[in-house]
């Protein structure tokens, strides 16, 4: 290791919004001979403990002003994070201007994100926009030749090791990975502003879009093992996956995620109130659906729906898992439970399946909450609204000589919850709460509409039954029917009733072959397609 590698660590700046292990952290700093400036509310935390500081106002002979909004903005604090040691311009002109140096700068950011994420009124999320923190870092990022800028306690403390290992120094090696993670969390801060703003403007299409996020854990793989992976939370409050807290299992795969946000955002179009519903997915679709009074009984329904699918699948539910369900869960290999909370005889129940994965998240996911949903493609992001399309029972259009009955109404609007998060092409049969019959992903409504059938046919035979339950059922499609062929599948398979968006030029045709078969069929004017 040349004497390049290694820069002297002397002088420190800290300005922090999180105060947390604030005092530790600065009295190992100074028990390690380096001197401390700072700003505000840090500079009281680290005198009231007895922690030797100087105000950064006494470097730059400048008063903190406009309630803390200009403090660090000054060619003193700049030009000690910027200057370039070797450099002799540099030098001179920090002598010449009484410039100190500044070799280690600690700041973490106003906290815009959780302003947002608590419902802020605009100008408190406006004043918790952060300027000086946001320059500093970027300024001692750009010299990390030099000096080492930490955005979080954990920083801090790689810095201190090094220190102790190097007698006083740290490696070029450390300097350059702190770069690279502050440059991240300011386009990360920059990207949540930008997007509030875009938000509050109602703006669907800004001339830049930014995203990032922070690393919520590396992975072991992707959707395959020689992919690499990690999980990266959001700005974004929305429960679910990125809110889970995992009390129990082994890691989380990258297939694990999305599928357990798969199955929880469809958990979440039903209201607890409304009865409780279990939701099962295997590779992002969902196998299995059900509503009923009960988690347990729920459960039983869905698992029914496609027993063979249910192996290795993930679970979610709209309420607080119970002994009763969890007692269940266990009987057959299971990879993810997904719920809003557990109680402790459920949580005593799973654990004796010790590599099942627990999360509990805290609360559901609202389906009428906005967002935005990205996708990469070559060179590029595609960026969307999430779907909140809903349709309410009076909102249908009745479209044959039939309507649905009550019964039927009532399948039509669960059926229509579950098409929505199914891969298009997307054919779902429902009955009595449950799913009959799901075709997904298919390229022909025709074929998803058969698929499903293949499907109720094959868990009828698992289950010991006389008849696939599609008899009786109602049909739901994500789409139109661009031919009456979808339709005789559908009736063939017993369905009684129809629901679908309408709008296909064939409309006319489709309904004649309706009311020639008996059944009822409604539009909804929505589709919800998912690629």
């Not at 280690?104 to 994100?113: K, R, S, T």
């Not at 649905?404 to 669960?414: I, R």
Request: proline fraction near 4%; aromatic fraction near 6%; glycine fraction near 10%.
């Amino acid at each position: 290791m040349s004497d390049l590698d290694l820069a002297p660590v002397r002088r420190a700046l800290i300005s922090v919004s999180d105060k947390s292990g604030l005092v530790e952290r600065g009295r190992q700093l100074a028990d390690a001979g380096v001197e401390i400036l700072s700003t505000g509310g840090t500079l009281r935390s680290l005198k009231e403990a007895g922690i030797p500081a100087r105000d950064v106002s006494e470097v730059t002979e400048f008063p903190e002003m406009m309630d803390g909004r200009l403090k660090t903005l000054h060619p003193r604090v700049h030009g000690g994070l910027l200057a370039r040691r070797d450099n002799g311009d540099d030098r001179a002109a920090m002598g010449a201007h009484g410039i100190p140096h500044i070799d280690l700068l600690y700041v973490n950011l106003y906290p815009f994100e959780e302003t947002v994420e608590k419902g802020g009124a605009y100008a408190d999320c406006v004043e918790n926009i952060d300027i000086g923190g946001p320059a500093m870092i970027r300024a001692a990022a750009k010299n990390h030749a030099w000096v080492n800028v930490c955005v979080d306690g954990a920083d801090v403390d790689r810095v201190l090791a090094d220190m102790a290992e190097h007698d006083g120094h740290s490696r070029l090696d450390l300097r350059k990975s702190l770069a690279a993670k502050a440059y991240a969390r300011t386009a990360a801060y920059d990207a949540a502003i930008s997007n509030w703003f875009s938000d509050t403007l109602e703006d669907p299409a800004p001339e830049y879009r930014a995203f990032g996020g922070a690393l919520t854990q590396a992975l072991r793989y992707g959707e395959n093992p020689h992919q690499n992976a990690a999980f990266y939370r959001s700005a974004e409050n929305r429960a679910g996956i990125a809110t889970g807290r995992q009390v129990q299992g082994k890691a989380l795969s990258y297939n694990n995620l999305a599928d357990a946000d798969a199955a929880f955002e469809l958990a979440g179009e039903f209201a607890s109130d409304d009865g409780a519903a279990v939701v099962i997915v295997k590779h992002a679709n969902p196998c299995g659906v059900a509503v009923h009074d009960t988690l347990s009984s729920a459960y039983e329904k869905a698992f029914a729906a496609d027993p063979i699918s249910a192996f290795g699948g993930i679970v979610a539910m709209n309420r607080t898992l119970d002994a009763v369900t969890a007692g269940e869960l266990v009987k057959i290999f299971t990879e993810v439970v997904i719920a809003p909370d557990a109680d402790e005889d459920a949580l005593a129940v799973l654990s004796a399946k010790s590599n099942l994965r627990v999360l509990l998240t805290g609360g559901m996911p609202d389906p009428k909450q906005g967002g935005w949903l990205t996708k990469t493609v070559a060179g590029g992001l595609l960026v969307q609204e999430r779907d909140i399309g809903m349709i309410a029972p009076s909102e249908l259009k009745v479209v044959t000589k039939r309507a649905p009955t009550d019964a039927e109404l009532t399948d039509l609007m669960f059926g229509w919850k579950v098409v929505k998060h199914v891969k298009s092409n997307a054919i779902v049969y429902a009955r009595n709460g449950s799913t009959a019959g799901i075709g997904m992903g298919q390229t022909s409504r025709l074929e998803a509409a058969r698929l499903a059938v293949r499907k109720a046919e094959a868990t009828a035979a698992e289950n010991g039954w006389d008849e696939p339950r599609t008899k009786g059922s109602v049909c739901a499609s994500d789409a139109f029917f661009p031919f009456a062929d979808g339709l005789h599948a559908a009736v063939d398979a017993g369905a009684t009733a129809i629901i679908q968006p309408g709008g296909s030029i064939r409309d006319e045709e489709v309904i004649a072959a309706a009311d020639e078969a008996g059944v009822a069929m409604v539009f909804t004017g929505m589709r919800h397609f998912r690629h």
